[in-house]
């Protein structure tokens, strides 16, 4: 009896969990780009960190060149060089902070191979894929050199440009994951604790109904 009470109530605040999905799911177990704080949060802060990131490394490709012209010939990436680089751009990025916002990390070796924090959510996944895929093609290029890390055969500036370009990518894919999200529902505040409060009582509902399963089948 108080099973049904219960059903009857969450049912409707279940059905708005379900919300149509902004974006496919890249796996089957990955849930879909939804319309939740989270994703917002998260959307929202990543952009902020990427247009901080295309404007340093704007900052960075001027200072650089202007290196390169004071010295009179090129300069290639090596692991103190990037790490610099990639240093001055995080400081920038992580400055950027959005309440309960996470970010993911994602990378392509020198063997081209594109690695995505398998915990990236959907409405992040997306986007950071698209940025390796600017690293990939570049690395796909180059790697028949058949060096042990062909980036260092690269010059300090063309790294930066492609980083830029990756950040690009993203930063579009970013954008049309959020327009998406216009499509939600306005949820305030209280709506949306009435959402989280609905999913721990499915999850209370789903546990006690394989309880009356269990004890269903020992009675038989
Ligand atoms: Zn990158």
């Known amino acids: ?6 059903m009857t109530y969450s049912l409707p605040l ?10 496919v799911a890249q796996g089957a177990a990955q849930k879909p780009c939804g319309c939740t704080n989270q994703d917002k949060a998260d959307l929202e802060q990543r952009i902020k960190r990427v247009e901080a990131a295309m404007k ?3 900052a960075l490709v001027q200072e650089w ?3 390169e012209k004071g010295t009179g010939e090129s300069l290639l990436l090596n692991p103190t060089f990037r790490k610099s680089v990639q240093d001055s751009v995080w400081f920038k990025m992580k400055n ?7 970010d993911y990390k994602a990378e392509t070796d020198a063997t081209c191979k594109v690695t995505i924090d398998p915990a990236a959510s959907a409405c992040l996944r ?3 894929e698209d940025h390796e895929a600017v690293h990939k093609k570049e690395c796909d290029k180059n790697k028949e050199k058949d060096l042990i890390d062909w980036r260092f055969t690269q010059r300090v500036v063309d790294y930066m440009k492609e980083e830029k370009a990756g950040y690009q990518k993203e930063l579009e894919r970013l954008n049309d994951e959020l327009n998406k999200q216009k499509n939600c529902p306005k949820l305030d505040r209280s709506a949306q604790q009435l959402l989280e ?6 999850k209370r509902l789903d546990q006690a109904q394989s309880r009356v399963g269990k004890y269903t089948k020992s009675l038989k």
């Open 126 to 128: 997306g986007s950071l």
């Open 197 to 202: 409060q609905a999913a721990a009582q499915q």
């Open 1 to 6: 009896m108080k099973l049904f009470r219960l």
């Open 56 to 58: 340093e490394y704007d």
């Open 14 to 23: 279940v059905a708005l969990l379900w919300l149509p999905s902004s974006s």
């Open 96 to 102: 950027i902070k959005i309440r309960n916002a996470v």
């Open 65 to 67: 060149e202007r290196k």
